[in-house]
């Protein structure tokens, strides 16, 4: 990518999407910020924010996506154009992903309260920080065309996938002492399963980066992933 | 049978071409496939035509034209001093940019090849191969009504399809073809790139063009040329998603090289 394009302008339509997709990235990132902020502190007004906010991401992907569908019409790109713009609309289309499951999480904000089992709240939140970082760093390097760094994120996801897991079996263990944690213990629930997932589609992004750059999938296999589809707690026995 | 067709129909091994002191072409190893469609690309001077006229010894007539390296059709020296050059360019036809009728009618461009090389024996049988011929090039059902016609008053597009049906009515194995589509318009391309396609089916086929979708459409093989060297040679797919070197890189995108 050393050189420019003859074509002025071919060459500015594919940097102004390239900046669509990092500003969407920083607006999710911050989206995903909110929806923790709210949750943290059971701030409604924030949470609600945080849900009208959305329409900015999902503006954006329609932007980009036509921004890319006219790259492809009046440019017919090849090689590293190609997959420049058909990694903007993958990368959007987890980017709108992302938006929503920061929104749905937020929402949980309303029913919450501050019961026994809430104090799991800063333990999700440490797992969307460390989530949001990855997004961030998966924009960062998107921007640079790193895909060692993208594949460092990508790899990354297994510790998301681990906290989320015990996570996942901490709130079975209380909601099977005490039925009265069952409804906060559901919403926490959603809300660990939604970060979990902004993680995947995170790392989706990074596969992205990487087949931008290099042309391939990543080299590797994807890091196991999480396994609360075949967790079982055993209830107490009295 | 599966053997045959895995051997490359067309080997050139360390091809360097000269006009007089100036060299156009450097050291080119490429292996063409049999009934494969194989695109050269490359921008202007490059040496793409040069290497494709190599091929039926179509720089022969070219003063100060020497090629040098092994070229073989077949495992048969293409420069052999026992070839009979109107031989090998019966096996090896021609399509070149300009659509080229010759002045005579429709019919006798066609028939005229398959005459000379005494191909048929008598009338019906000729009209037989004509037929053939210009149903395989997609131009049967337009022109039979108008056969005495002159090739000269058909549409470009019309022309150079009458130039293909003139090109394998003399039952080639290879047909090399020249920015064929260059002076056509989007719907007599698309007819010549159909036809292309069909051909494979019984032809080798070679083609230059300067058009990168062109040659990503048409192609199952890719080369690159540079500055009269073969930078990169590769399948299609691979070559205008994911090309290994930056020069095919610059060029099929559209940048400074």
Redesign the interface.
Known sequence: M??????HS?EEDLQALGRLIADMGRIAAAQLEGALDALGRRDVELADEVAKRDAEVDALEREIGEAALKALALR????????EVVSAIKISSDLERIGDLAKNAAKHAHAIGNGAVAQLMPRIARMGELVRDHLLDVIAAYQKRDPERALETWRGDEEVDDRFNGVFRELLTYMMEDPRTIGTGTHLLFVAKNVERIGDHTANIAETVHYLV???SPPESRPKGEDTAYTVVEPPTR | MALASTLPKIVARDVDCFYGDKQALFCVNLDISEKQVTALIGPSGCGKSTFLRCLNRMNDVIDGCRVTGKLELDAEDIYGPDVDVVKLRARVGMVFQKPNPFPKSIYENVAYGPRIHGLVSNRGELDELVEWSLEKAGLLGEVKDRLQEPGTGLSGGQQQRLCIARAIAVSPEVILMDEPCSALDPIATAKIEELTDELRENFTNVIVTHN??QA?RVSQRTAFFHLGILVEEGETGK?????GN?R???Y??????
């Open positions: 050393a050189h420019k394009h003859i074509v071919y017919q790109p090849m090689a590293v154009d190609l997959r290099r042309g391939e | 990168m979708q990503a070559i205008f998603t994911n090309p930056e095919t890189q610059d099929i995108t559209g940048r400074f090289g």
